[in-house]
């Protein structure tokens, strides 16, 4: 149960406000003891309101948390939530993007130079792939009944059953074939292939490389499934048309391989593969000066704040309280005007901050102490955590209720999650 609630959860988030997770999503004891506590001290003389039933409501509750959390984390990746470590963060380079990215995990408080890598991309990693048949969309030629087939990915095997009357096509066959898999969400997607006016089911596994001990990244056969077999050899889902393979790349002139594209080097340096090299070409990623690091910084900062800002804007012709939430941050950020202007941080009419990235680098280069050039951030960014907490703890307080009764002071109960329970939120692995 708690899996399918898990997915229900990603479901919904997936369309509200991005998700993704960093180190600053895990939490000691002692820090979730500390948001419950906050909860407990913010709702208990909160007044009682009646519960929000509009839907639209209820996706703008999550999505203004999600997008908080974000700006939390975007100021904690700068360094934000330690003294004197907010815009530290050192910043990598790549001779060729589009063939290889890469960005610093080191430590940021190291004095020590970092040394360059030159990388030579020989192959790219790349997923399993299983082509069946190309067919005509004609009636299907099996009789009415159920038939099961296996998908066996990894140490799982998975067993898939439909129906069939007898009425259906061999395209309608091959799409809810294709939905039954990737609903299932088993680390195989499934598309439709079309050649001539025929169509073929297409099975391509999430993963890459190749398996350790093993060939193949999944199997699907129906030697002994608990259904009528027959799928399996109509489709022609067995028939692998591209093998998984390791990406195979050298460094500094020496050969290695990775079954993902993505790979950490020395545990300074995160790498994505994007693209081979030509032969005797060779990508070249180190460590940016401290000046165009501290640009790169400052840029993230600017981006973070502002797609937040425009998160909150999308909602505003359906809740009335987002205005009220970007005039907060549009207060907090004219409190800095003068001294972003100087530093090529214009703000906008819509309250977001145009980042001139040449004025910006100058202004960095040309100070005898950049820290003490862009120390007014330190101040913003730190108004902008507590904000975004705030948020976090409270979207509700943006969303316009009725309320039902005020509490008697002194003389009530402890209700942490009442936001919760009148927004319909649902809460996951990192609140």
Same mark, same amino acid.
């Given at each position: 149960?708690?899996?399918?609630?898990?997915? =229900?959860?990603?479901?919904?988030?997936?369309?509200?406000?991005?998700?993704?997770? %960093?180190?600053?999503?895990?939490?000691?004891?002692?820090?979730?003891?500390?948001?419950?506590?906050? +909860?407990? $001290?913010?709702?208990?003389?909160?007044?009682?309101? @009646?519960?929000?039933?509009?839907?639209?409501?209820?996706?703008?509750?999550?999505?203004? $948390?999600? /997008?908080?959390?974000? !700006?939390?984390?975007?100021?904690?990746?700068? &360094? &934000?939530?330690?003294?004197?470590?907010? !815009?530290? $963060?050192?910043?990598?380079?790549?001779?060729?993007?589009?063939?290889?990215?890469?960005?610093?995990?080191?430590?940021?408080?190291?004095?020590?130079?970092?040394?360059?890598?030159?990388?030579?991309? #020989?192959?790219?990693?790349?997923?399993?792939?299983? *082509?069946?048949?190309?067919?005509?969309?004609?009636?299907?030629?099996?009789?009415?009944?159920?038939?099961?087939?296996?998908?066996?990915?990894?140490? +799982?095997?998975?067993?898939?059953?439909?129906? @069939?009357?007898?009425?259906?096509?061999?395209?309608?066959?091959?799409?809810?074939?294709?939905?039954?898999?990737?609903?299932?969400?088993?680390?195989?997607?499934?598309?439709?292939?079309?050649?001539?006016?025929?169509?073929?089911?297409?099975? *391509?596994?999430?993963? %890459?490389?190749?398996?350790?001990?093993?060939?193949?990244?999944?199997?699907?056969?129906?030697?002994?499934?608990?259904?009528?077999?027959?799928? =399996?050899?109509? @489709?022609?889902?067995?028939?692998?048309?591209?093998?998984?393979?390791?990406?195979?790349?050298?460094?500094?002139?020496?050969?290695?391989?990775?079954?993902?594209?993505?790979? #950490?080097?020395?545990?300074?340096?995160?790498?994505?593969? $994007?693209?081979?090299?030509?032969?005797?070409?060779?990508?070249?990623?180190?460590?940016?000066?401290?000046?165009?690091?501290? *640009?790169?910084?400052? *840029?993230?900062?600017?981006?973070?704040?502002?797609?937040?800002?425009?998160?909150?804007?999308?909602?505003?012709?359906?809740?009335?309280?987002?205005?009220?939430?970007? #005039?907060?941050?549009?207060?907090?950020?004219?409190?800095?005007?003068?001294?972003?202007?100087?530093?090529?941080?214009?703000?906008?009419?819509?309250?977001?901050?145009?980042?001139?990235?040449?004025?910006?680098?100058? %202004?960095?280069?040309?100070?005898?102490?950049?820290?003490?050039?862009?120390?007014?951030?330190?101040?913003?960014?730190?108004?902008?955590?507590?904000?975004?907490?705030?948020?976090? @703890? /409270?979207?509700?307080?943006?969303?316009?209720?009725? =309320?039902?009764?005020?509490?008697?002071?002194? #003389?009530?109960?402890?209700?942490?999650?009442?936001?919760?329970?009148?927004?319909?939120? +649902?809460?996951?692995?990192?609140?």
């Amino acid at each position: 149960m708690g899996a399918a609630l898990a997915a =229900v959860y990603n479901h919904y988030l997936a369309s509200y406000a991005p998700k993704g997770l %960093t180190r600053f999503d895990a939490h000691k004891s002692s820090e979730l003891r500390s948001i419950y506590n906050s +909860m407990v $001290k913010l709702n208990k003389e909160a007044p009682w309101y @009646l519960p929000t039933t509009n839907q639209e409501t209820k996706q703008y509750v999550v999505a203004l $948390k999600e /997008n908080a959390r974000q !700006l939390h984390n975007t100021i904690a990746l700068l &360094g &934000g939530l330690e003294e004197g470590g907010l !815009l530290s $963060k050192k910043s990598a380079f790549s001779s060729n993007p589009e063939l290889v990215t890469a960005s610093y995990i080191g430590p940021h408080d190291s004095e020590a130079e970092s040394p360059c890598f030159e990388i030579e991309v #020989h192959a790219l990693a790349s997923p399993q792939q299983n *082509t069946g048949l190309f067919l005509e969309d004609t009636k299907i030629s099996f009789s009415p009944g159920t038939y099961s087939f296996d998908i066996t990915a990894g140490d +799982m095997s998975y067993e898939f059953q439909f129906t @069939l009357d007898g009425t259906e096509t061999n395209r309608q066959l091959q799409e809810r074939i294709a939905r039954l898999i990737n609903n299932s969400a088993i680390g195989v997607k499934a598309s439709l292939a079309e050649s001539s006016s025929r169509t073929s089911l297409v099975l *391509t596994s999430e993963a %890459t490389g190749i398996p350790q001990g093993k060939t193949d990244i999944f199997k699907v056969n129906d030697d002994h499934t608990s259904k009528t077999p027959g799928t =399996v050899a109509y @489709l022609g889902l067995d028939n692998i048309s591209s093998k998984a393979a390791d990406a195979v790349y050298s460094i500094n002139g020496q050969r290695q391989s990775s079954p993902t594209n993505h790979f #950490h080097i020395e545990n300074l340096f995160e790498v994505n593969l $994007k693209g081979v090299t030509s032969e005797a070409e060779s990508v070249r990623i180190g460590l940016k000066t401290d000046i165009d690091s501290l *640009t790169d910084n400052i *840029t993230q900062l600017m981006g973070g704040y502002n797609a937040f800002l425009r998160a909150a804007a999308s909602f505003q012709n359906t809740q009335a309280k987002s205005s009220q939430l970007i #005039h907060e941050f549009e207060g907090i950020a004219s409190d800095y005007e003068s001294s972003m202007k100087s530093s090529g941080l214009n703000l906008t009419p819509d309250g977001t901050v145009q980042v001139n990235r040449q004025l910006l680098h100058e %202004t960095a280069g040309q100070s005898p102490d950049a820290a003490q050039t862009f120390a007014f951030l330190k101040s913003f960014c730190s108004r902008l955590l507590r904000k975004s907490n705030q948020i976090s @703890l /409270n979207p509700m307080q943006y969303v316009e209720k009725k =309320v039902v009764a005020y509490k008697n002071p002194g #003389h009530n109960f402890i209700s942490p999650y009442n936001a919760a329970v009148y927004s319909g939120m +649902m809460f996951n692995g990192y609140c």
